[in-house]
């Protein structure tokens, strides 16, 4: 399947897919996503031969398990909610989380990116493709408005400029009568190690959001948004897969919470 045309952007989806491809390869894999594997087979690609070394595969596929439990966890409580999967890429999510029938799940991304999807991923009788920039406020008007949901955004925040990033933010919260958002989080120091960090400079140039440390920001963003966790991958139980040296580091950086921000986290907000 022919993504040449795909723009800088629209590529970075190749970072988490190949992340999660890898873990699948793994003797002990974090996320075991065998949805990823299929994927860069029918697309020719090989994800062995990008820049990602074993930490950042790991963060890729802890991150992935910790947005999935929020998932699992919301329709178990609401087995009539919405799921938005805000810029989707070519994540199977809904096959590691397998919601009841009753969920409506819509996979959102841009157009180019959707296309690709529904002929690689073809969706289930309740899962909505929504092709649309998120940065534009019209597509929430095409999902119903009723029913509690759930949002995530997995690799998104990084892409978004501040002001459509917020606007993304009140958007969700104001239209659902309740609901929780939760996305991997990026500090200014992540920011800084995008645009520094070998593995990363393909996307080193579209990167559009600054960056915030502290947590509780969006709240002030945000009055509707209250912060429920901060979840952070070197404080996972799956640091135990990871090789010795790299595991005794982790767990060490996982002792201050301030470095444990440097690393991968996922913030979890209830509205």
Same mark, same amino acid.
């Given at each position: 399947?022919?993504?040449?045309?795909?723009?800088?952007?629209?590529?970075?989806?190749?970072?988490?897919?190949? *992340?999660?491809?890898?873990?699948?390869?793994?003797?002990?894999?974090v996320l075991g996503?065998?949805?990823?594997?299929?994927? @860069?087979?029918?697309?020719?690609?090989?994800?062995?031969?990008?820049?990602? @070394?074993?930490?950042?595969?790991?963060?890729?596929?802890?991150?992935?398990?910790?947005?999935?439990?929020?998932?699992?966890?919301?329709?178990?409580?609401?087995?009539?909610?919405?799921?938005?999967?805000? !810029?989707?890429?070519?994540?199977g999510r809904i096959?590691? @989380?397998?919601?009841?029938?009753?969920?409506?799940?819509?996979?959102?991304?841009?157009?180019?990116?959707?296309?690709?999807?529904?002929?690689?991923?073809?969706?289930?009788?309740?899962?909505?493709?929504?092709?649309?920039?998120?940065?534009?406020?019209?597509?929430?008007?095409?999902?119903?408005?009723?029913?509690?949901?759930?949002?995530?955004?997995? !690799?998104? @925040?990084?892409?978004?400029?501040?002001?459509?990033?917020?606007?993304?933010?009140?958007?969700?919260?104001?239209?659902?009568?309740?609901?929780?958002?939760?996305?991997?989080?990026?500090?200014?120091?992540?920011?800084?190690?995008?645009?520094?960090?070998? *593995?990363? !400079?393909?996307?080193?140039?579209?990167?559009?959001?600054?960056?915030?440390?502290?947590?509780?920001?969006?709240?002030?963003?945000?009055?509707?948004?209250?912060?429920?966790?901060?979840?952070?991958?070197?404080?996972?139980?799956?640091?135990?897969?990871?090789?010795?040296?790299?595991?005794?580091?982790?767990?060490?950086?996982?002792?201050?919470?301030?470095?444990?921000?440097? !690393?991968?986290?996922?913030?979890?907000?209830?509205?």
């Open positions: 399947m022919d993504t040449t045309a795909f723009t800088a952007v629209e590529n970075s989806l190749y970072l988490t897919l190949d *992340g999660r491809a890898l873990d699948a390869r793994a003797p002990r894999p996503d065998p949805t990823a594997a299929g994927v @860069v087979a029918a697309l020719g690609h090989d994800p062995a031969a990008g820049p990602l @070394v074993k930490s950042q595969v790991f963060d890729i596929a802890v991150r992935s398990r910790m947005l999935d439990d929020v998932v699992r966890s919301f329709v178990g409580r609401h087995p009539d909610a919405v799921v938005l999967e805000l !810029g989707c890429g070519l994540d096959e590691r @989380v397998r919601p009841p029938s009753t969920v409506d799940w819509y996979d959102l991304d841009l157009p180019a990116v959707v296309s690709v999807r529904e002929r690689l991923l073809p969706p289930p009788a309740n899962v909505h493709p929504v092709a649309a920039d998120l940065t534009d406020p019209a597509w929430l008007e095409r999902i119903p408005a009723d029913r509690p949901a759930v949002a995530v955004a997995d !690799g998104l @925040v990084a892409f978004l400029p501040q002001d459509a990033f917020v606007a993304l933010l009140a958007g969700i919260a104001g239209r659902f009568p309740t609901g929780e958002i939760a996305f991997n989080s990026y500090t200014r120091f992540h920011v800084w190690a995008i645009k520094h960090y070998r *593995g990363t !400079g393909s996307i080193a140039g579209v990167v559009a959001n600054p960056g915030f440390d502290d947590p509780r920001a969006p709240q002030r963003w945000v009055p509707q948004l209250e912060l429920v966790d901060e979840q952070f991958a070197s404080r996972a139980p799956e640091v135990a897969l990871q090789p010795p040296a790299l595991r005794w580091f982790t767990r060490l950086a996982a002792r201050s919470t301030a470095m444990a921000r440097r !690393g991968t986290c996922v913030l979890r907000y209830r509205f």
